[in-house]
C-alpha cells in the first residue's frame, strides 16, 4: 500500500478501526489461549475457588482457606502465597467421590446385622 492521505469522516473512521479491533480480537483470543495451554497448571486461590465451583464442587475463599488449614487439600505455598494445580485439583475431587454400590452394601450389611442381633 502507498503512502497517501485518505480523507473520511469520523463516523467512517470509527467504523474502519472498529472493524479492525474486530479483526484482531479473536486472533488475540487464539494466541492468549495457545499460551495459556503452555502455562504450568498452577491456580491462584480465586483461580482455585472459580475452578472449583466450575467443577460443581461448592467452594468459597473461607472453606478453601478452612481446607488448606486442616490440610485436606492438595496445595503449595511459596512465601506467603498458596497456589494449587489443576491436575492436582482433579485428582482430589476425584478420590473425593463417593461410590454408591460400594455404601449400597455396606448399609445392606448393617441392616443385616442390626436385623440378626434384635432376634
Not at 467512517?12 to 499460551?35: C, F, G, S, T, V
Not at 488449614?69 to 492438595?74: K, R, S, Y
Not at 460400594?102 to 432376634?119: C, F, G, Y
Request: hydrophobic letters at 35%; zero cysteines; a positive charge.
Amino acid at each position: 500500500m502507498e503512502d497517501s492521505i485518505i480523507v473520511t469522516t469520523e463516523k467512517r473512521l470509527a467504523e474502519i478501526i472498529d472493524a479492525r479491533i474486530d479483526a484482531i480480537i479473536p486472533k488475540l483470543e487464539k494466541y492468549q489461549a495457545r499460551n495459556k495451554q503452555g502455562e504450568t497448571d498452577r491456580l491462584s486461590l480465586d483461580e482455585a475457588v472459580e475452578f472449583l465451583k466450575e467443577q460443581k464442587f461448592p467452594v468459597t475463599r473461607s472453606s478453601l482457606y478452612n481446607r488448606i488449614h486442616q490440610q485436606t487439600i492438595p496445595y503449595q505455598k511459596i512465601g506467603r502465597r498458596v497456589f494449587f494445580s489443576k491436575k492436582e485439583l482433579n485428582k482430589w475431587l476425584n478420590s473425593q467421590t463417593v461410590t454408591p454400590d460400594l455404601n449400597m452394601s455396606q448399609a445392606v450389611t448393617r441392616i443385616a446385622k442390626s436385623a440378626s442381633h434384635q432376634k
